[in-house]
């Protein structure tokens, strides 16, 4: 179990560490910022390249609404549960602290919303709750249904991180001028912390909406789309 939770704990620092790295660091960087599409690519690169590496030590979740739909779907035992979300918010934590020693050395950095989720005033554009608690959810489970597929017995072999990497890059492009993109509580929780906004106010919907949306993507995995050789 440590093994598992090693890699766990890495592979969210990486996640957070990479995808909100490229947030604050290069999006908005005058006239060569990588904007929305840069920092979705980075996301799904970050998954990608952490799910080769060590997604066959530990499964590859680096994100606490994963291993939830995951154990509903009866691939990861529930007493592993506690463990795992420990491990995603550590690894996050330290992420977000060591982004922001780095960001901070710059004479005029100003944390500002330090690549946090939000709705309403916090949201990029603006949206409201009801947008975010919708966008959030659905994607969620639409990213549970990717990984079961893609890991499933009948997928095709050694494959699964790249439609996992590749669908939080979607996931990424849909929903970052929404919410700024969380299905990940772990991520959500390491940044919001340097915020200098009330992003951890509003925390509990990015706990929320991928939790609810993880339990829907297994649900919708075993009951309608699953076979019995998968």
């Known amino acids: 179990m440590i093994k598992k939770l090693g890699a766990e704990f890495f592979g969210t620092f990486w996640l957070v560490f990479g995808g909100c790295g490229a947030a604050v660091l290069d999006a908005a960087f005058p006239q060569l910022g990588i904007g929305f599409g840069g920092v979705a690519l980075a996301f799904g690169l970050t998954v990608l390249t952490m799910a080769f590496a060590v997604g066959g030590i530990s499964g590859g979740h680096f994100n606490p609404a994963v291993s939830l739909g ?6 990861l035992p529930w007493n592993a549960l506690g463990p795992y979300w420990a491990a995603h918010v550590l690894g996050g934590l330290l992420a977000a602290s060591l982004l922001y020693l780095i960001a901070s050395g710059k004479p005029d950095f100003v944390a500002g919303g330090f690549a946090s989720n939000g709705y309403g005033a916090l949201s990029p554009g603006h949206y409201g709750l009801l947008s975010g608690f919708l966008i959030e959810t659905i994607l969620t489970a639409g990213f549970l249904v990717v990984i079961l597929g893609a890991t499933s017995r009948t997928a095709p072999a050694g ?10 890059t979607l996931i990424h492009l849909v929903s970052i001028p929404v919410t700024n993109t969380s299905v990940n509580p772990a991520r959500s929780t390491a940044v919001a912390f340097f915020a200098q906004t009330a992003a951890l106010g509003q925390l509990w919907l990015f706990w929320t909406a991928p939790l609810i949306g993880a339990l829907l993507g297994a649900f919708i995995w075993k009951s309608l789309i699953a076979t019995p050789e998968s």
Do not use: M
């Open 70 to 75: 995951v154990a509903a779907a009866g691939r």
């Open 159 to 168: 494959f699964g991180p790249l439609p996992i990497g590749l669908a939080l």
